[in-house]
């Protein structure tokens, strides 16, 4: 059996500690199970899928644009908490405020709810006129959303159209790859029933 000097293992000891800080080699020694994310996602996130999917299934419907999907839900107006000098106040809905419109974007390859998009839109009537339009905001609940309340004057069936810009954060790349979700994108969603929501 060959002898290893110490100094051999002074070396190869703290390299081999080193590539597995670092995760090693790029091929793992294995391929993960196929529902390995399923089986090892807190609780939390997979509530929050199950309850987004239901919702756009039963209230909504969905696009794909570009390298998104794009989830929409209709529901009745709602309030929400907003900063105020410093301290969360709850905003009611105003009187007039009939519908919270949700427009969620998903990047369609992992399925991920996308933050710091700003997203514009708009709810155009079967001639094609702008009944509203407006900015959406970010809301945290069950499943992260952006949404807004709108002020729809009569029933009816509408489109709903979403201007998406490039999201605001930072991402990670070497030089001349393609940036992710770097592209402004429109999702447009036709046949949206507006009633009133009670």
């Known amino acids: 059996m060959p002898r290893t000097s110490l100094s051999a293992l002074c070396i190869v000891v703290p390299l081999a500690l080193a590539l597995s800080a670092c995760g090693g080699s790029d091929k793992p020694?294995?391929?993960?199970?196929?529902?390995?994310?399923?089986?090892?996602?807190?609780?939390?996130?997979?509530?929050?899928?199950?309850?987004?999917?239901?919702?756009?299934?039963?209230?909504?419907?969905?696009?794909?644009?570009?390298?998104?999907?794009i989830g929409y839900i209709?529901?009745?107006?709602?309030?929400?908490?907003?900063?105020?000098?410093?301290?969360?106040?709850?905003?009611?809905?105003?009187?007039?405020?009939t519908h919270h419109i949700e427009i969620i974007p998903m990047e369609a390859e992992?399925?991920?709810?996308?933050?710091?998009?700003?997203?514009?839109l708009e709810v155009v009537d079967k001639d094609g006129k702008v009944v509203q339009a407006q900015d959406l905001n970010f809301y945290y609940a069950e499943f992260f959303h952006y949404a807004n309340n709108f002020s729809i004057p009569k029933a009816g069936t509408y489109t709903l159209r979403a201007t998406l810009k490039p999201p605001t954060f930072l991402r990670h790349g070497a030089s001349g790859e393609k940036p992710a979700l770097s592209k402004a994108v429109t999702a447009t969603l036709r046949d949206v029933e507006l009633k009133p929501e009670s």
Do not use: C, M, S
Request: aromatic share 4%; proline share 8%; hydrophobic share 35%.
């Open 74 to 97: 209709v529901e009745a107006a709602e309030p929400w908490f907003h900063a105020e000098h410093g301290k969360q106040v709850n905003r009611t809905p105003a009187k007039d405020e």
């Open 29 to 69: 020694d294995k391929a993960p199970a196929k529902n390995q994310a399923k089986e090892t996602a807190p609780a939390g996130v997979a509530h929050q899928h199950t309850v987004l999917e239901a919702e756009i299934a039963a209230r909504g419907g969905e696009t794909r644009v570009g390298e998104y999907r």
């Open 110 to 120: 992992t399925g991920r709810i996308v933050p710091d998009v700003p997203i514009h």
